[in-house]
């Protein structure tokens, strides 16, 4: 039991070893975020999820753990988080990359997070909160392989709010 845990460990140091958000040789690529505009009908595309599979040489020998790292995996927004940027007036996924966490009482506040679903990209699962006037979907990858997904249900702020 206590080797089932332990290389459950390994694996989850060695992913997330490659998470470095420091300039440098072995910086890993930042998270890529993806997103769209709500609406009752967007297009999806389904993505698998990656699997991790632990092998032991031959022999039977455990190598030792990979070092932890000393930079945190990215999380996700919160509830009342603020937004800046702009999302695309459209139905359809288009990728992004200016859509920054900000304080609320910045005049670059676009958006408000109401709430935040994990494991997903369906965008429709924000169809369950009326008060969603954009959805987000945000995917934290490292080397291409999808390490999370979230969608972000969101109101406008200022001119952006649409209620």
Not at 21 to 44: I, K, M, Q, Y
Not at 119 to 136: G, H, I, Q, V, W
Request: proline letters at 12%.
């Amino acid at each position: 039991m206590a080797l089932g845990v332990l290389a459950a460990l390994v694996v989850g140091a060695a992913v997330l070893s490659g998470l470095n958000h420091e300039d440098g040789p072995e910086a890993a690529p930042e998270p890529a975020p993806s997103l769209s505009v709500w609406s009752p009908d967007p297009v999806t595309t389904p993505n698998p999820t990656p699997t991790a599979v632990r092998t032991t040489p031959a022999g039977g020998a455990v190598p030792a753990p990979a070092p932890v790292p000393s930079e945190a995996a990215p999380t996700p927004f919160d509830r009342g988080t603020c937004l800046n940027g702009s999302l695309p007036d459209s139905t359809t996924a288009q990728k992004v990359t200016d859509v920054e966490e900000v304080s609320c009482s910045a005049s670059d506040a676009h958006y408000r997070v109401i709430e935040s679903i994990p494991l997903t990209s369906d965008l429709n699962r924000c169809n369950d909160n009326p008060k969603t006037e954009y959805a987000f979907s945000y995917r934290y990858t490292v080397n291409g392989a999808t390490l999370n997904q979230y969608v972000y249900c969101l109101v406008g702020i200022g001119s952006y709010a649409r209620g």
